[in-house]
């Protein structure tokens, strides 16, 4: 089934980028690979998607690897209210999202 | 805000007892999806309903149940609620069963004593 590998925590000092790796080696060629992030006790928000391409929103960028079997969420300048649990995600078997346990993120000034 | 409403905000009940939790989606949404988060957890699916239709569960016993009403709004049942039933309950709505893009709600914290 569908499997992601996140570190636990991560530290970022404000004004600067947040990168935030993810494995997803179990991922088959037409699955999307998603972001989510939870603020504290919230409901998670979306941030970004991608296939194979780098992808950028106003959110954040999204650099696959070309054997997409990792990418990384980068939050290019972070600031306070970044500071939250970060989610990749990507369709099961039964193509539901499956969720792993994230990255705590803390944004420190 | 992501237009999507859940209520109650919190709930306290007890072993044995009933449960409904109620959704409203996001404008143009026909699809929900329900999920459990417990604490330190990340979101566990319950089951999805699209067009009034449930269109997959996840690995939870049938004393969960739901269902999708004609404007899309869903609800979530619990039977005989157990002390591991208390958790963060979200939903979420999306374009389609294929839009893994969801707008999630901000959720029903639930405690069982």
């Known amino acids: 089934d569908a499997k992601t590998t996140q570190p636990t925590s991560m530290d970022c000092a404000e004004g600067r980028a947040a990168n935030l790796p993810c494995n997803h080696s179990?991922?088959?060629?037409?699955?999307?690979v998603y972001w989510y992030r939870q603020i504290h006790s919230q409901g998670p928000q979306y941030i970004i998607h991608?296939?194979?391409?780098?992808e950028t929103n106003e959110m954040a960028s999204l650099i696959i690897t070309e054997d997409r079997k990792s990418s990384t969420l980068i939050l290019p300048h972070a600031t306070l209210r970044d500071t939250a649990v970060y989610y990749c995600?990507?369709?099961?078997?039964?193509?539901?999202?499956?969720w792993g346990l994230g990255t705590s993120l803390a944004v420190n000034p | 805000e992501t237009g999507v409403t859940q209520s109650p905000t919190h709930l306290i009940k007890t072993r044995g007892q009933q449960v409904t939790l109620r959704c409203s989606s996001q404008s143009g949404h026909n699809t929900v999806s329900w999920y459990q988060q417990a604490l330190g957890q990340g979101p566990q699916f319950i089951f999805q309903?699209?067009?009034?239709?449930?269109?997959g569960r996840g690995n939870f016993p049938p004393r969960f149940s739901g269902l999708q009403f004609p404007n899309y709004s869903s609800e979530l049942n619990v039977n005989a609620l157990e002390l591991d039933d208390s958790a963060l309950y979200l939903c979420?709505?999306?374009?389609?069963?294929?839009?893994?893009?969801?707008?999630f709600g901000p959720g029903t914290r639930l405690l069982v004593l």
């Open positions: 995600t990507y369709a099961g078997n039964n193509r539901k999202l499956i």
């Open positions: 991608g296939l194979k391409n780098n």
């Open positions: 979420a709505s999306s374009r389609g069963p294929k839009w893994e893009t969801q707008y």
């Open positions: 179990t991922i088959s060629g037409n699955e999307y």
């Open positions: 309903y699209y067009r009034e239709e449930k269109n």
